[in-house]
């Protein structure tokens, strides 16, 4: 349980509330963007629930893929769902652990002054490289190099939060603009946007479920450690938030691409209280707090590939384990290196494309497969049930299409191609492999 609320609470806290204040204050230009936040919370606390049904009720290796293969049919629509899984992950969950590596690199830009884009991927080269090296052994040690990791983490935000409440200043926090809650179109834009980083702040909340199989008592330690995990970030987000906004006021990182400075805010608050020698240590925390969110990151992403490979949906090069160590490098491999790839882009096309690429198969996806799962197989343990079902359901799935229908005509096009594509690529894959829909289901007595 300790472990595994760990690892979920070290990759949703990671570089999150560190480099997306900014961007989520720049969303509605000020302090009302905290409405996106709490709507976002909305939309993860029904999803965590259904994350945690799924979870408790098939505990395997891949979360997300096994639970979109079982609700639609093994053999028919669920081969689908789970390859167009694999093909959005391959694409989106490498560009989240960028986003951390980005994030490391902007911050210790706070240290080295004018570090060009070439050094900055060259930091995030070194930190992919030294987390793939971490992760090369056996899940047993993983385990407390993960509590390590999260101690420091805690640790940080800690000192942020307490910080904050010395030398909070409600005037400066609550000091709205003109028109804040003029409920407009461009409002409901701006809400969205807000809450899109705000989903962004909380991702990971359900990592233990891609390593479901190598977790103990998952009927109980899966529910349990994704709920505690949302609730205890929902309240160290929301302090973190407030520190900041109460000490430097929101107008001064606001908009975020005008401010060099809003790319290592933190840094800035601590020099704000301390001084620049406090706050280039504390900017070494806050890295180490970055390569604790890729490291779980990396670790629950890697089970992904070689869980499908093993179930004959992806290559079958991805389905071997370290020889000696008992883990699927391979799939370690590859994942972490497009993620040292994908560091060449900018950081909000990062964020905004994992969320586009990732939104309709995975998050709506599980949404069905639940219901599916609930009519079609009832038969099936679950040593954990939601509560009031089907509300949470409708909960998240609403939130899920607000999301969608407040997202630039871009970022949508983006996603739909590459919806398309991963169709496409299925179709040829499963015409080569004689699969469904080329082939007959076997029937199912």
Known sequence: MLQATALNMTNMIGMGPFITIPLLMSAMNGPQALLGWFLALLITVPDGLIWSELGAAMPGSGGSYVYLREGFGRHTWGRLMAFLFIWQFILSGPLEIASGYIGMAQYLGYVWPGLSKAQEWGICVVAGIGAIALLYRRIQSIGWITVTLWVGTLLT???????????????????????????????????????????????????????????????????????????????IYLLINLSIIGVVHWSEFVPADQHP????????????????????????????????????????????????????????????????????????????????????????????????????????????????????????????????????????????????????????????????????????????QRAWPFAAAPAVR
């Open 261 to 432: 400075e809003s790319k290592f805010i933190v840094s800035v608050f601590m020099e704000r209280l301390y001084g620049s020698k406090v706050a280039s240590i504390f900017t070494a925390l806050i890295c180490w707090t970055a390569f604790g969110s890729v490291f779980a990151l990396l670790l629950g992403y890697s089970r992904i590939p070689y869980a499908a490979a093993l179930d004959g949906a992806f290559f079958r090069v991805f389905g071997v384990l370290h020889p000696k160590k008992a883990f699927p490098h391979r799939s370690m491999l590859v994942v972490g290196g497009i993620s040292i790839v994908a560091c060449l882009l900018p950081l909000g096309t990062v964020i905004d494309a994992l969320l586009t690429t990732r939104i309709v198969v995975q998050f709506m996806g599980q949404v069905g497969a639940l219901v599916l799962l609930r009519r079609h197989r009832p038969e099936l343990a679950r040593p954990y049930k939601m509560w009031l079902y089907p509300l949470p359901c409708f909960l998240a799935m609403a939130g899920w299409i607000f999301l969608l229908a407040t997202t630039g005509k871009e970022i949508l096009a983006y996603g739909a191609a590459t919806l398309l594509g991963g169709v496409v690529a299925y179709l040829i894959w499963a015409g080569r």
């Open 157 to 235: 935000v800690a000192i942020v939060i307490l910080s904050g409440v010395l030398h909070f200043d409600s005037a400066r926090a609550f000091h709205f603009p003109p028109k804040a809650f003029d409920f407009s179109v461009g409002f409901f834009l701006g809400l969205g946007a807000a809450a899109r980083v705000g989903i962004y702040d909380y991702l990971g909340y359900y990592d233990v479920c891609y390593i479901g199989d190598e977790v103990r008592e998952p009927g109980r330690t899966i529910p349990r450690s994704v709920l505690f995990s949302l609730l205890g970030v929902a309240l």
